[in-house]
């Protein structure tokens, strides 16, 4: 079972070196077995005193984690490890992203948070490094998310909250247990206008957890979880003389189109785990998700197709057997799996124009992505300081188009790829308050449905086309959580082969393959707690990401440039204290200057951002406690950039190309919350 955390640095007071259990590596370890990248942050990280709109507010902090775009809901949150994702002009590519143990990852390898619960939330794991051999098709990682059940999380909350821009936002809770039973359930709707003309969002996000637990060894939890997300404008990409002029405009065309994306979501999910004997289990999961999309372009020129819509069925099942045992002396363990996965998207793409009038349909297609996988990991205990860790997993994936529009052409096509990923590591117990590690492992990216868009306009799926496939090697060192200084320092090395990269033409995005690539840097963290209240934490990524080999389709070489998107170097430092009645923290985040394009012809330049929250609790009865609390987002109301767009625009003029989404300035909120 996953083990939940006290707060630690994760919150508030330090746990034992192996008091954390990390569940997103198919085999649960605790954190000082774990021969990779691996950061956890605890609840209180994840909520304390903050708004709960994006993943980026609780995951800031996670070293080789650059996450973007917090405030355009229509484009969805941006997340990169290690420079994978950079790519994605919307959502997440190249990570795989979970949910109380179900997939958000399609199998096609797009990727979609926001039916996270944050506000439910109670741990958030972040693996750095390749993710193939896990779960298949990412060369990324994994950022997998814990919601809380009854059991361990009685009881009633009631949250509100206001602030700048119109934001207010409600949240509702209630768990507890009835003998073998126990249930949780929360809800919560944001009402936000945003910062710039056209970003309102309205987004409503209901998650339960039902848990039938008749003995120790056995459990059965159904995880229901409903996204309605109704408005969510987008404002579009600013260009240079547009940010100059006026951060909070919108494009004229966004205005006039009114664009934005109208979203409904559904997930039920089962996880049933039994134990078979002492230290065995088989864990087994189905899941049913359904998705309703349909979202307005910022772009328009006559026939341009700029109204995008579909409706999802995503479901799939898995089991693992995991368990261990002893060779001689020497303990193994070991986790053995298969899964199966169906994405079926009906998809449409029309024409609309500035009075609202809808084009008839110029695409109806059914996608369909289909991936069967079987895994397997064993870790072997070589001597009692050395343990070998080996893994292996191989996939076939499936991607059909079926085109239902067939008066311009047939543009049905098919593609295949049969995929096999693998890691070695070794774990050193230097000491027993001290681990190193070291680790290689290959990995996969398929392109995505989106990205098999033919730029010349002929029928089919890009044939030219192929899967990105990387090797990673890494070492890192890490000491006992429970020291008073306690560290954490990776140091990574990536090649990439045929890294798929964006462009754009009329509007559109369409992608190709660069030859090579390679990532290189290191990830640090350190915590240090100097006295019981306070705690110290910083970050630290410096990433030397580049283009090894790349020559575009007009010739133009474009070898030793940065990949852009991503800084080479940001930080993250917090300070925070936690009296017995009340908490403050400031924090500080850097970021580096970056590229907005593949030429490396404009680089945006860094900034550094202040933030500060505090708050205070008291009771109100026996059982009752209320919590006031506030927090100011860009302290010293600093212009930055909340999103760089990726290539956008290509062929227009530099200072003419819509990159840039500009970041609120100061912006204060507050609220009060009671539990019952």
Do not use: C
């Not at 134990?275 to 026939?303: H, K, M, S, W, Y």
């Not at 124009?353 to 870790?379: C, H, W």
């Not at 509007?507 to 030859?515: D, E, I, K």
């Not at 989404?661 to 909120?669: D, K, M, T």
């Amino acid at each position: 079972m996953t083990l939940s955390l006290p707060p630690s640095v994760w919150g508030n007071a330090q746990p034992g070196f192996d008091s954390i259990v990390v569940t997103g590596t198919r085999i649960e370890r605790p954190l000082a077995e774990t021969p990779a990248g691996v950061t956890i942050v605890s609840e209180d990280a994840i909520r304390e005193g903050r708004q709960g709109l994006q993943l980026d507010e609780a995951l800031s902090r996670v070293p080789g984690l650059f996450l973007q775009n917090r405030y355009n809901f229509a484009q969805g949150q941006r997340l990169s490890l290690r420079g994978f994702g950079a790519r994605a002009p919307f959502g997440v590519r190249g990570i795989r992203i979970r949910a109380d143990g179900f997939p958000e990852t399609l199998p096609d390898g797009q990727s979609q948070v926001d039916m996270i619960d944050l506000d439910s939330a109670v741990r958030a794991e972040v693996l750095r490094g390749p993710s193939s051999v896990l779960y298949g098709n990412a060369g990324g990682g994994v950022v997998s998310v814990e919601t809380a059940n009854g059991r361990d999380h009685p009881g009633t909350t009631l949250r509100a909250q206001g602030g700048g821009d119109s934001f207010a936002k409600v949240y509702a809770r209630h768990g507890g247990s009835l003998g073998d039973f126990d249930y949780h359930a929360g809800i919560s709707h944001l009402d936000y206008e945003g910062h710039r003309e056209q970003s309102a969002v309205r987004k409503t996000l209901f998650n339960a957890k039902l848990g039938w637990q008749p003995t120790d060894d056995r459990r059965l939890e159904v995880v229901l979880a409903v996204l309605e997300l109704p408005k969510a404008e987008d404002p579009g990409g600013l260009s240079l003389n547009q940010l100059m002029a006026d951060r909070q405009q919108a494009t004229e065309t966004a205005r006039a189109l009114d664009s934005g994306q109208d979203v409904a979501q559904q997930r039920l999910g089962l996880t049933y785990r039994h134990g078979l004997t002492a230290g065995t289990e088989i864990v087994t999961r189905a899941f049913l998700t359904q998705r309703d999309f349909e979202q307005v372009l910022p772009f328009f020129f006559p026939g341009a197709e700029n109204l995008v819509g579909f409706e999802r069925d995503f479901f799939g099942a898995g089991s693992e057997l995991r368990g261990g045992f002893t060779l001689g002396e020497r303990r193994a363990r070991y986790t053995l799996g298969v899964e199966a996965q169906r994405q079926r998207d009906d998809r449409y793409r029309q024409s609309i124009d500035t009075e609202g009038e809808r084009s008839a349909l110029t695409q109806r297609e059914v996608q369909k992505a289909t991936v069967v996988a079987g895994f397997g990991q064993i870790d072997i205990d070589l001597v009692p300081a050395l343990t070998l860790s080996l893994g292996a997993r191989a996939d076939r994936l499936r991607l059909t188009g079926d085109d239902r529009l067939l008066d311009d052409g047939d543009d049905s096509g098919a593609r295949d790829f049969d995929e096999l990923s693998g890691s070695a590591g070794l774990l050193w117990r230097v000491r027993d308050d001290l681990h190193a590690y070291a680790n290689i492992a290959t990995a996969f990216e398929s392109p995505t449905f989106t990205e098999f868009a033919r730029p010349d306009g002929d029928a089919g799926f890009n044939p030219d086309i192929e899967p990105q496939e990387s090797v990673n090697r890494e070492i890192g060192l890490r000491n006992d959580l429970a020291a008073v200084l306690h560290f954490d320092v990776t140091l990574f090395s990536v090649r990439t082969d045929d890294e798929i990269t964006p462009f754009e033409r009329d509007g559109r995005t369409f992608y190709r393959n660069a030859a090579r690539t390679d990532r290189d840097g290191v990830e640090a963290m350190a915590v240090w707690q100097p006295l019981p209240p306070l705690r110290l934490t910083a970050s630290y990524t410096y990433a030397r990401l580049r283009f090894d080999r790349f020559t575009t389709s007009d010739g133009t070489d474009l070898s030793g440039n940065d990949l852009p998107g991503v800084p080479r170097q940001n930080a993250f430092v917090e300070a925070a204290w936690h009296g017995a009645s009340h908490f403050a923290a400031v924090d500080a985040r850097f970021t580096d200057s970056r590229y907005a394009e593949n030429a490396n012809a404009l680089k945006v330049g860094g900034h550094a951002l202040l933030n500060a929250r505090a708050g205070t609790h008291f009771a109100l009865g026996a059982d009752t406690e209320l919590e006031l609390f506030a927090g100011v987002n860009n302290l010293l109301d600093r212009d930055a950039i909340a999103n760089l767009r990726v290539n956008a625009n290509e062929g227009r003029p530099i200072d003419e190309r819509g990159f840039f989404e500009p970041l609120p300035g100061r912006h204060l909120y507050a609220g009060l919350a009671l539990r019952l």
